[in-house]
C-alpha cells in the first residue's frame, strides 16, 4: 500500500495525528527532510489541517498495525491531541480487547484508565510489532520550551511563586496519572486538570478567582514524573495563550526540556499583543 503522502523511503514514518496543527508542522518537517509520512488519525480527532490516509477508531489498534505493516512503515510519532473517547464509542478490535484486558480493565467502571497507563500498553504492543516510537522531540528539537520568559513579559515576584507551588502541585496530578496540568492565584493552588482537559480548567479557575476575588490565576503544565517521554508531553501554541488572555489569566508556565511550544516565535508575538507571560520552568 503506498500513501499519497508517502516518498520513497525504507525509512518511512507514520504520524498518529491528533488535533490541532502540530501534525502539519511534523509532516511538513518530515517533508523538507525527504522522508516518508503515512498518516492516521482516529474518528475520534479530526485534524482540519491534515489529510489522513486512514481513519480508524482508537478501539481498532489490530487493524491500525495491519494498515502500518502494508505501508512498509517501520517508525511512528505521535503528535497533536488525543482525546479519549467514552468507553461506549469504543469499537473494541480482539487485540484492543485483550490489550484492555491485560490492565485489569472492567468495563462495569465505564471508563478507561489513566492516560499514562493506556499509552504505555498501546506504546508495548506497538513495539511487540517492531514499530519503533520516536518522540515529537527527535523529531523537532526546536519545539521543546527553554528555561525563562518567552517574549518580552516576565512574571511577578508573587507570580513565580505560584509557578513553584503549581510545579509542584502538578507532579503530584502527574504521579496520580490525572492531569498534567494545574492553576494556581494568590499563593494558593486552585483548580487542577481532570479527564475534562485544560479548557475546562480554565474554565473552573476562573469562577473560584472570581468567588474568591483573587488576583490574576497562572496556568502551569508539567510531564507527569512516570510518563513516556515519546508521547503527550505538555504543549501550548497561539491558541493557548488566546485563550488564557479571555480568561483573564496572567500567563502560562511550562517545563523546560519536556514542553513543547507550537511556534515559538508567534506565541511570543501573541503573549506581547495580548499581555500574557510566558515562562519556562
Known amino acids: 500500500m503506498q ?7 525504507s525509512q518511512n514514518i507514520a504520524i498518529i495525528a491528533g488535533r490541532g496543527v502540530l501534525p502539519k508542522i511534523i509532516f511538513d518537517k518530515l517533508s523538507d527532510d525527504n522522508l516518508g509520512a503515512f498518516v492516521i488519525s482516529f474518528d475520534s480527532d479530526n485534524n482540519e489541517f491534515l489529510q489522513p490516509d486512514y481513519i480508524a477508531n482508537m478501539g481498532q489498534v489490530g487493524a491500525v498495525v495491519t494498515e502500518l505493516k502494508k505501508a512498509e512503515i517501520k517508525k511512528i510519532v505521535f503528535a497533536g491531541g488525543i482525546v479519549k473517547p467514552k468507553l461506549i464509542d469504543l469499537k473494541l478490535d480482539k487485540e484492543a480487547a485483550k490489550l484492555l484486558g491485560k490492565m485489569a480493565f472492567s468495563k462495569f467502571f465505564g471508563k478507561l484508565p489513566g492516560d499514562d497507563k493506556l499509552f504505555k500498553v498501546i506504546l508495548g504492543y506497538l513495539e511487540k510489532h517492531g514499530l519503533e516510537i520516536i518522540g515529537v522531540d527527535e523529531v523537532m528539537p526546536e519545539l521543546l520550551a527553554e528555561k525563562g ?18 510545579c509542584a502541585a502538578a507532579k503530584v496530578l502527574g504521579e496520580k496519572d490525572e492531569g498534567q496540568a494545574v492553576v494556581c492565584a494568590g499563593g494558593e493552588l486552585i483548580a487542577t486538570e481532570d479527564e475534562k482537559g485544560t479548557d475546562n480548567l480554565l474554565e473552573r479557575a476562573v469562577v473560584i478567582c472570581s468567588e474568591k476575588n483573587l488576583p ?3 496556568l502551569v503544565k508539567c510531564v507527569k514524573p512516570q510518563q513516556d517521554r515519546r ?3 505538555p504543549s501550548i501554541g497561539v491558541q493557548t495563550i488566546e485563550k488564557l488572555a479571555a480568561n483573564g489569566f496572567a500567563g502560562v508556565a511550562v517545563e523546560a526540556g519536556s514542553s513543547i511550544i507550537i511556534d515559538k516565535q508567534a506565541v511570543a508575538a501573541k503573549a506581547d499583543e495580548l499581555g500574557v507571560f510566558v515562562f519556562g520552568i
Request: aromatic share 0%; no cysteine; proline share 3%.
Open 149 to 166: 520568559i518567552l517574549g518580552t513579559l516576565a512574571p511577578t515576584k508573587a507570580q513565580l511563586a505560584d509557578i513553584h507551588t503549581g
Open 231 to 233: 508521547i503527550d508531553l
Open 216 to 218: 490574576k490565576a497562572v
Open 3 to 9: 500513501s499519497v503522502n508517502q516518498k520513497n523511503n
